[in-house]
């Protein structure tokens, strides 16, 4: 049966200390006879609640743990990037520290992956553990993102995900800084496959993604692939254009048919504010977009590395 000679396991995390110490032993357990040689990649995404020293003992005694370690909070997103950036397998896994993304679906992922599929992502079967309101968010968000141009961001999809040396090269081409892995992952194509899991609540500690920065997070997804809001503005612009002309031209036709004095002071500032609403909401949108291309013409990094602990692939020892 074809094994994949080299395995490398990418985990982000901020503030997933007592997680880790749960998660490590199952994923080396699982590991070990799957590959000949592999690395787990923990990125650190600039926590505080002491990752750095425990992890500091966690390479101490598993040279194949590698331990990169921000020079700050960069967002999730950065973090998968760096850690994909760092990685050497040729089949690449991500995977979130806290327990919900279950280590024992990875030999699965990777019978797919020898059946020839590049790209196997898991997909939660339910989401009946989240909040009402969140589910309908979602549910809407990846409406909104079908409607970009032939790229399907499929529905339930998180981060764990098994991918082929040939997807990882791929994403690390994209030169965008605003890295919605999500969307990346579906542009790059590939022969991408679901696997559905239920998820496990998280073990310890609290989800980072609190309602509004999920909508942030929805914004930066939206902008980054799709230009609708964009057309959408310019359609609307359009429709009121043509209404506001007939609806001149039926006050002037009225005044010189029937003499009729022109009034409505009501009528005059619902018509203004209306329009001041829509005019400012159009700004934002156009504004949302401008700041997209402000933060891509900057350049920067996508993140700083503090430090770098451990050999991950090129340890020799205890081989797998
Ligand atoms: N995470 C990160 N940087 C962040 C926020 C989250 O590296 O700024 C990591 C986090 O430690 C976890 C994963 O991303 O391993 C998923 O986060 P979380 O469980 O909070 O998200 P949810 O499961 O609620 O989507
Ligand atoms: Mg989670």
Do not use: G, M, V, Y
């Given at each position: 049966m074809r094994q994949p000679a080299t395995l490398t396991c990418v985990i982000p995390c901020l503030n997933e200390r007592a997680n880790l110490d749960v998660l490590l032993p199952a994923l080396l357990a699982v590991l070990k006879p799957l590959a000949r040689k592999f690395e787990i990649i923990v990125v650190d995404d600039g926590s505080t609640d002491g990752t750095p020293d425990s992890m500091h003992d966690w390479v101490q005694r598993h040279p194949r743990i590698l331990y990169l370690q921000l020079s700050r909070n960069f967002g999730k997103e950065a973090a998968l990037t760096a850690g994909l950036e760092a990685a050497r397998g040729e089949v690449v896994i991500c995977m979130d520290a806290d327990l919900q993304h279950p280590p024992a679906l990875i030999p699965k992922m990777l019978d797919r992956w020898r059946a020839g599929i590049e790209m196997v992502y898991a997909v939660r079967?339910?989401?009946?553990?989240?909040a009402t309101f969140k589910r309908w968010g979602t549910r809407l968000f990846y409406k909104l993102m079908r409607t970009s141009d032939g790229l399907i961001v499929p529905e339930n999809a998180g981060d764990f995900r098994l991918m082929d040396r040939a997807v990882v090269d791929a994403l690390l081409m994209l030169p965008e800084r605003n890295r919605y892995m999500k969307g990346l992952f579906a542009w790059v194509g590939f022969k991408a496959e679901p696997m559905a899991y239920w998820p496990p609540p998280r073990l310890h500690g609290s989800s980072c993604f609190k309602p509004f920065k999920l909508f942030r997070f929805a914004i930066d997804g939206l902008t980054a692939f799709t230009t609708w809001p964009l057309r959408m503005l310019s359609l609307f612009g359009i429709l009121l254009s043509l209404l506001s002309f007939s609806y001149g031209a039926f006050i002037v036709g009225r005044y010189m048919l029937f003499g009729d004095p022109v009034q409505g002071w009501v009528t005059l500032m619902t018509v203004v504010l209306f329009f001041a609403g829509v005019q400012l909401i159009s700004v934002g949108v156009v504004g949302e977009y401008i700041s997209r291309v402000f933060d891509e013409v900057k350049r920067r990094p996508v993140y700083l590395v503090r430090q770098r602990q451990g050999q991950g692939m090129t340890a020799r020892t205890r081989a797998a």
């Open positions: 079967a339910t989401r009946e553990d989240e």
